[in-house]
């Protein structure tokens, strides 16, 4: 069968490599740049190369796994040096309690020692908590703001979930699908086995994870292993056009016409429903109705004085209640060992989130002055940069509203019967953001067409 796969990320890579594991099919994939990789992408800061989108995976999901294995780079699997954070709040830096479920408290102590809140707050906060418990009451729907403030109150969503769950997404968790953004929290609440203890891919490994050469390392093993199983990769080469046929599907792109049995689009969800207007107009509108963020990744090589800070602390969130452009700062050296550099402390400093979007007026060299001046009051330090890079991501982050998972599934079965199941969907947007999400989508997609689940 002839298979095309549209989109060179993540999600379009891992689309072909689980169609060349049935051996049945010939693979074309486009990627409309000169690079795979989407928003999987490095370059050099100060000599050293460090990611300008994610820069690690959460281990939890045995799909990746099945690649890293097939690749044989597991020998090349790295896990950060640190994974605790700082909150700022009120001007001061404050650790978040070790032993929570994604910032949710597990124990009493979570919230009576927890500096984060005021003393009032704490206490206030453990009578919420308390009476939930008591009460034993469920939250109803899928927002996980409302969901949070029913069993914890007000000041804990919003001053130590909203910044860790919602950083995450860059948007916040009111008004975020708790199905997607946080389902281990909802296991917790229904005193369920968390999911990341469900989906442990067998051996137990650190909760995430990267390559010694960086994520970058992972796509270009893929793009070879590709290669080397006959798929045919064309970057360069944007498609422009979808039209099904009786036969299957042709992809259209600069001026030639294909022809494919079925095909894969594994494109934002934007390109996605314009691709899929004369197809399926009903999923087109609802992937067109799905919102995002755009954020900017500002990174620096500074000198400065940080032995103030713990070296078991990974980075710093800024909650949404305080007055500043970042939204994060990731302190290199003590999250990765490439990260390190005599001259000075490599920097990630996020800004954006959804419906904040100041930092886009912003020419680079202003935004970083700015930055700068936030994160050395953040820091307590006086910082000097050595070298910068400031990148934008425009409408990169999907915004998973209440009920997103039930839209999507609308999306499949509308878009099943109206391209006769010549069409399947691999993404970002479908049931999370997170690279492993991604790659289960295309695994699921790769699936559906070779026919191994209807
Ligand atoms: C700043 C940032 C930080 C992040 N941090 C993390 C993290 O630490 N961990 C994590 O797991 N996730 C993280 N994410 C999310 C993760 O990077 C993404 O969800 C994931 O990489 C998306 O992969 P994708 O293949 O679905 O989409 P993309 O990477 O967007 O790839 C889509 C591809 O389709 C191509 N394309 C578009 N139009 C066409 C066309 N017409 N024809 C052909 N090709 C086309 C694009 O050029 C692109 O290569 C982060 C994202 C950002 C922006």
Redesign the pocket.
Known sequence: MKVAV???????LAAAFFLTQTKEHQVTL????NR?????RASEVGGILIEE??????TRSPEIFEIIEALGVEDQLIHPLANRALIYRKKALHHLPTGLTLGFPTANKHILANKILTPTERIVTFAKWRSAQARNQRARGDDLGNILEHYIGRSYTNNVLDPLIGGINAASIHGASAQITAPQVLDLLQGLQSVSQKEQPGKLLPPFASFTLGLDFLIKSLSQYLKSTGTIVLTD????GLRTTDHGVEVV?RESHDSFDKVIL???SY?TSTLLQSIAPEPAALLRSIRRAS?T?TTVLASGDLSHIDPQVSGVLVPRTQPYFTTAITIGPNKWPTWRSEEGVVLRI?SGRLEERAHLGLDPETLLRLLMGEVQEILGTHMKVIDHRVTS?EE??VRFSPYHRQMVSKVRNKLAQESDSKIEL???YLLG????T?VKTAKLAAAKISNQIT
């Open positions: 549209v989109g060179g990320g993540i999600s379009g486009y990627e409309k740049d795979l990789g989407g928003k999987i989108g994610p820069d690690a995976f959460v080469t944007p498609v422009s792109s594994a494109t934002p390109f954020v990744m996020s991501w990169s982050f691999a993404g970002s953001s997170g690279i492993p991604c």
